[in-house]
């Protein structure tokens, strides 16, 4: 269907933002940015965190009102003041975190707020699901009309989502993160349905930090970096080197190299742990001092509850945890603690830190005893102990002990490991540590997994993203289907393997 | 003390258009009553106030006061217990039933004010049942002079209650502001998911809000009984509770949690309090007592509201 891409001539852009500028108080968030789009073309909006990309979005759906600049849809001005006026013009924005009504079924979600109303507005259920069908069958999604949302995994409430930006026939779509919480298979199927969306003349904003999937999707790329544009790549100049480069301006700070192995002394072993989720799966496996050991799988393979279970937050069902040859006896994460077993978990904004407290109280909650004299906590203390892990964590701008909400991703997931390193670890498992961390503290995010590893410390890392964890591990434990299918070795690291061993009780069933 | 000055600002203005009104206001007679009233309100106040910095609330308060007033109150006339042991069952008694709610909130996961509300339900019952719905009183307070004295007596002018006011007051205010359990208060109200991933027994903090609550309320419910006199077991304490909520929220607290604390709690208190005596020095009808009280509340928690978001829009992303 090439006539369905068509542009025209004399109007090469359906989409024109010019010299969008927008702050909040005094901080300047956009400064005159420029972005364009085709119909039926997919933009990759990158940045890092903090860089404008979020705002620009909101600006486009009508949540933000810029305080410069011009929006042209189709070369006619357009004032979005509000989120209807976006609506009106097909813009329909797809937030991170979805926005469904758990008790409405996959039609009536749909169709929210637009029923098609009959006599004395009693809604006409036949036509709500006929239509939603109608939808769901040209976008593809094979998941029934009637089906509760609630039951629906995140990657189908996604779909969901997108079918009711196309119900409201949106001709701008803005995904914001949409895989960040999608299995392989599930971010498979979206992919299929964004060129869909493309073949039919949408015009599609797709915001990640994966990399790999904007080589997939993209046709180009737009860079924001501190509220400017940093730059523009086609299809064929997406590569990884260069989007770093513009994103980060700066080269990323060296991989710190694992130190030599010599004996290796087995620290840490679960022995037939049985967790709460899967009763029935035994899980074995061990970690050696100075190791980093990946957990891989996909989601719901029973990986975060296998740590959680470690860490006392779910009681285990059977089986025993060692470290350094005796068991420990975890209850609670309170014991998991006591014995130098600490989790950064999946959740940094529920689980991870306290985001009305500050950073220093974030800092030190985990070890407020050790920093007190009669049950008085002493400030000096507390301090002194945030100021040297903040300095060794090269955690910016907390001069000002800010709340931990005012800080960026990047920088709350180094406060939710910073509370930990004031005490001996022996064992750190961090859960999903990344996600949604720009690109430049990842990369400070391994060389800090690296560090405390080199201290003769174990560390046990639950992925989702195949790269990070073939990157950052010396072994790699696949899980699938509540127990552990597969080990590898550095040697033998591979994509395919590991989605192969990630599989591996799925298909049996 | 950054967030207690709106608070403050809006009670020194409150006292002075009562002063201006009624110069009375400021005699010392009428001085001395209303503190002793701040005391005995202040006190039990801190109590409702850590619950709510737990995320919870605690309804049972008023009707307490009636079950410890009758409970004391039988204790001392019929059964000449000595004082000391009266007092000592009559606020273990209060705090084991805060330690009931605690407990069954934190074990069985049941929301707070279902629980609270029970014990609202329950005690008042206990208290009409176990008097008859008799008013009793303490006759001429033979034998526990003291016991009345700590309520009604004044030490250099100062009301007794008051001053128990300012030492638990100024104990709670470590307690919550520099101590470690403190600390865990407020963790626990504002995320309590993240506290305990953090290693903190989250139910036993949340536990412990209810039993202080408990605790306070029993030396409340005593000081109370002998400021009155007389407990009507149908209508002592009536809706206390509120105002210890109320003055939690006038002084700060939130009832989303982690918010809050003991001076502005204090404040909260004193002027509702001074809003009593507003009433009936300004000769407004007393009829119109709650409507003036929901108006105060109302415009102190709008000025809260705006000195929250103008410290908001000075706090810049990071």
């Known amino acids: ?509 | 003390m950054k967030k207690e000055l709106g608070i403050l600002v809006i009670f020194i203005c409150l006292c002075f258009t009562v002063a201006i009104g009624n110069p009375n206001f400021l005699s010392f007679t009428n001085l001395q009553n209303v503190g002793r009233l701040i005391g005995i309100f202040g006190i039990f106040s801190i109590g409702s106030g850590i619950v709510i910095i737990t995320k919870g609330v605690d309804l049972s308060v008023g009707s307490l006061f009636a079950l410890t007033g009758i409970i004391i109150s039988q204790m001392l006339v019929e059964y000449n217990i000595f004082w000391v042991w009266a007092v000592l069952f009559t606020i273990l008694l209060s705090t084991a039933l805060g330690f009931l709610h605690g407990f069954l909130i934190t074990r069985f996961k049941i929301q707070p004010f279902i629980i609270t509300l029970c014990g609202l339900l329950f005690y008042r019952g206990m208290a009409r049942y176990i008097s008859n719905d008799v008013t009793l009183g303490f006759g001429y307070s033979k034998g526990f002079e003291t016991l009345k004295f700590i309520s009604t007596g004044n030490i250099l002018g100062i009301p007794a209650p008051f001053i128990l006011l300012v030492l638990i007051g100024g104990f709670f205010w470590l307690v919550l502001h520099k101590s470690v359990y403190g600390r865990y208060l407020f963790a626990v109200g504002r995320n309590e998911e993240a506290s305990f991933f953090s290693g903190i027994n989250t139910n036993r903090i949340v536990l412990s809000a209810y039993v202080i609550s408990g605790f306070l309320a029993g030396i409340c419910g005593i000081l109370l009984a002998f400021y009155t006199n007389a407990v009507a077991p149908s209508a002592h304490g009536n809706f206390y509770e509120l105002y210890g909520i109320a003055a939690a929220v006038l002084g700060g607290c939130s009832l989303r949690g982690g918010e809050g604390s003991v001076i502005g709690i204090i404040i909260g208190a004193a002027m509702l309090q001074v809003i009593q005596n507003l009433v009936n020095l300004l000769g407004i009808p007393s009829s119109l007592n709650f409507p003036v009280m929901a108006v105060v509340i109302l415009i102190g928690v709008f000025a809260d509201r705006f000195f929250a978001t103008r410290k908001k829009k000075q706090n810049l992303q990071i």
Request: net charge neutral; hydrophobic share 45%.
């Open chain 1, 1 to 509: 269907m090439p006539d369905k891409v068509k542009i025209s001539e004399t109007h090469p852009y359906f989409l024109e933002m010019t010299g969008i500028s927008k702050a909040f108080d005094a901080s300047c968030v956009l400064k005159d940015v420029n972005f364009k789009l085709s119909k039926g073309e997919v933009v990759a909006l990158m940045g890092e965190n903090g860089a404008g990309k979020s705002t620009l979005m909101k600006i486009l759906s009508g949540i933000y009102s810029p305080d410069e600049g011009i929006i042209s849809i189709d070369s006619t001005e357009q004032k979005i003041r509000e989120v209807k006026d976006a609506m009106t013009l097909g813009i329909a924005l797809i937030h991170q975190e979805l926005n469904l009504v758990d008790n409405l079924d996959v039609a009536g979600n749909i169709f929210l707020g637009q029923e098609p109303l009959g006599w004395l507005g009693i809604v006409k259920k036949k036509k709500l699901y006929n239509q939603a069908k109608q939808i769901l069958d040209i976008l593809g999604i094979p998941i029934p009309v009637n089906a509760s949302v609630a039951a629906l995994s995140i990657g189908e409430q996604q779909m969901i989502e997108i079918a009711k930006a196309v119900s409201q026939n949106a001709r701008i779509l803005i995904m914001d993160e949409p895989t960040s919480s999608l299995t392989v298979k599930e971010t498979k199927i979206l992919f299929k349905v964004i060129r869909d969306l493309k073949s039919k003349g949408v015009a599609i904003v797709y915001i990640s930090h994966r990399l790999s999937e904007v080589f997939e999707i993209a046709d180009r790329a737009v860079v924001l970096k501190d509220g400017r544009n940093s730059g523009e790549l086609l299809k064929e100049e997406i590569n990884h080197d260069n989007i770093l480069k513009l994103m980060v301006g700066r080269s990323l700070a060296p991989v710190i190299q694992n130190k030599v192995p010599g004996m290796l002394q087995w620290d840490f072993a679960a022995s037939d742990l049985r967790t709460l989720k899967y009763p029935q799966k035994k899980i074995n496996f061990r970690i050696a001092r100075g190791e980093i050991v990946g957990i891989a799988g996909l989601m719901g393979s029973g990986r975060t509850e296998l740590v959680n279970t470690i860490f006392g937050i779910n009681p285990k069902v059977g089986g025993k945890t060692l470290l350094k040859g005796a068991e420990v006896n975890i209850k609670r994460p309170a014991d998991a603690i006591e014995k130098g077993i600490f989790l950064v978990p999946e959740d940094r904004r529920k689980q991870g830190v306290i985001t009305e407290m500050d950073v220093i109280d974030n800092i030190t909650i985990t070890n407020l005893d050790a920093y007190s004299i009669l049950g008085l906590i002493q400030k000096k203390i507390t301090k002194r102990i945030s100021e040297k892990q903040t300095q060794q964590l090269n955690l910016a701008s907390v001069e000002k002990n800010p709340l931990v909400k005012y800080l960026s991703g990047g920088n709350q997931q180094k406060v939710a490991i910073a509370k930990w390193l004031a005490l001996s670890p022996h064992l750190i498992i961090f859960d999903e540590p990344t996600r949604g961390v720009d690109v430049g503290a990842k990369s400070e995010i391994y060389n800090i997994m690296r560090m405390i590893a080199n201290t003769d410390s174990m560390i046990l890392i639950v992925s989702s993203d195949m790269e990070e964890v073939m990157k950052i591990s010396d072994r790699i434990l696949v899980m699938s289907d509540g127990e552990i299918t597969g080990e590898l070795l550095k040697t033998a690291f591979s994509e395919e393997k590991i989605i192969r061993l990630a599989v591996a009780k799925l298909e049996t069933k």
